[in-house]
């Protein structure tokens, strides 16, 4: 994302992924005004609940003329105010939902910080972990969060540093405790818990917090009340943690246990029983020709739209759009972000006319390794100068060469730093650029993981760009920053769209 100083850039992705600000208050209105303010600077789009205040918060938010205000008479409690709130956006069409407290202790610039954890774990609940060191709390504050920490633990099998903090993303679709939302502080504990049950991811990122001094405090939190309601709540959870939300987080890690494996072992007995060995007959009985290794290019195109396109990757919802003008037989370089090991399948289902780039482990395998050098897939470990000569030749043939700009699969599926080789290539051969978008495939088969996750797939090829229109861009590497800054907005688009 762009510098945090880049506000407008803020309040515009803010609106485009449906992001609002929720501000529930009561009797704040020494602060009031100053937190709405704060926060309209950074998103357009704020929601106030006056939770029933009589001390002039109310005349003081009615002054404010560019959010919108849900006032009642009665003082319902934080989780009320919570829950009518995420209903006004839920009905206004937005997404998520950024809580801040109408104290003043929650900082408005952390607001681009929830903005990057959203982009990086779409779908998933942000907790604003406070900088709490060197900080003046009360014993009880202190005692509070480690409770509050302890329990959740104790219910979810997951640890948060920080589950009292009220400055948090909310995904509004995926909040599952509405109907037994209780109606205080403790609402927030309850948010989360039942978030982490239904496989919620939650992460936490820090943020500032602001403790005026002690004479200055506006808490409305009673400590012998509210730690009794905190305690029963607490109670309830652990019971209910064991007859419906852990038995609930076991059957679906169950379930992903055995989708993963019925498709690693469909796979692996498919490639080893059957496709490797056919086609290492295939390959070594006779003469190897053009015509063979065409043959085997329409193999692998077959399996791979068998397996992406008409039996599908279990758990996983594929769709795909190639503009009309592309004519995916015509030579070309293709260059794609790169997110999974699972890219190379969907890309191979676009056209038998295409060579990929791969790692020497994979030139080097020694169960199809052989295949990878009799379609002609080279290694990159020279240079990609190094492989012009065969890359004239494939072409000549009639073949497209199809390459990750980013070189590696990113870690948070932002789009990383493009490089230049693909754009030289082109420049080199005389080729069109045809950009190709994956969505999803990293949370399908996420770095470092070994399980399948459901989520839907994505994939557009857009426009050709000819070699006029990329020397108008400028040299190769004015040609790389373009079309990265280009993958960037439109990956971002595409997630957008998506998650409505």
């Known amino acids: 994302m ?48 006056d939770d029933g205040s009589d001390d002039g918060t109310t005349e003081e938010l009615e002054t404010l003329e560019t959010i919108t205000l849900i006032s009642y008479r009665r003082n319902r409690g934080k989780g009320y105010a919570l829950k009518t709130g995420f209903r006004a956006a839920l009905k206004a069409g937005f997404s998520y939902a950024i809580t801040m407290d109408g104290d003043g202790q929650h900082f408005a610039k952390d607001i681009p910080a929830f903005l990057r954890a959203n982009q990086d774990f779409p779908g998933s609940v942000i907790i604003g972990s406070r900088r709490l060191e060197g900080k003046e709390r009360s014993g009880g504050s202190k005692f509070a969060n480690q409770f509050s920490n302890f329990w959740f633990a104790v219910q979810t099998l997951h640890y948060l540093p920080d589950t009292q903090t009220g400055y948090r993303l909310y995904p509004l679709k995926k909040l599952y405790s509405f109907g037994l939302l209780t109606s205080r502080y403790e609402a927030e504990l309850e948010l989360i818990v039942f978030a982490s049950w239904h496989g919620v991811e939650l992460h936490s990122i820090p943020v500032d917090v602001y403790y005026p001094p002690r004479e200055e405090r506006v808490s409305h939190f009673q400590p012998g009340l509210d730690f009794t309601r905190i ?94 003008s592309v004519d995916l037989d015509k030579p070309a370089v293709y260059i794609c972000n790169h997110q999974s090991h699972l890219d190379l399948v969907y890309l191979l289902s676009l056209t038998p006319r295409i060579i990929f780039l791969t790692k020497g482990w994979v030139w080097h395998n020694p169960l199809y390794g052989f295949l990878i050098h009799e379609a002609e897939y080279y290694p990159v470990m020279d240079g990609i100068g190094s492989l012009l000569p065969n890359f004239r030749s494939l072409v000549s043939r009639g073949y497209s060469i199809a390459i990750f700009p980013e070189g590696t699969r ?91």
């Open 231 to 324: 305690s029963i709540l607490n109670g309830f959870l652990c019971f209910l943690s064991v007859v419906y939300g852990l038995p609930l987080c076991l059957f679906r890690k169950l379930m992903t246990f055995l989708r993963t494996a019925w498709a690693f072992l469909f796979f692996v007995s498919t490639i080893t029983v059957i496709f490797t060995p056919l086609v290492w007959l295939y390959v070594h009985i006779g003469k190897m020709t053009e015509h063979k290794r065409w043959k085997i290019h329409l193999l692998i195109y077959h399996a791979a739209r068998f397996v992406t396109i008409h039996m599908g990757i279990p758990g996983v919802k594929f769709h795909y759009q190639v503009d009309p």
């Open 410 to 500: 990113s870690q948070t599926l932002r789009v990383g730093r493009f490089h230049k080789g693909p754009f030289y290539v082109a420049e080199q051969l005389g080729l069109d650029i045809i950009p190709v978008y994956l969505y999803g495939t990293g949370r399908c088969l996420r770095k470092k993981e070994y399980h399948l996750n459901r989520t839907p797939v994505y994939l557009e090829v857009g426009k050709a760009w000819t070699q006029e229109e990329l020397k108008k861009l400028g040299n190769v590497t004015e040609q790389s920053h373009f079309f990265h800054h280009q993958y960037i907005k439109h990956i971002e688009e595409i997630n957008n769209q998506m998650e409505k």
């Open 2 to 49: 762009q510098p945090t100083a880049d506000i407008s850039y803020v309040r515009r992705t803010l609106r485009e992924r449906g992001i609002c600000v929720l501000i529930p208050t009561y009797n704040n209105v020494g602060t009031i005004r100053r937190v709405v303010e704060d926060a309209l600077l950074y998103c357009a789009d704020v929601f106030v609940v």
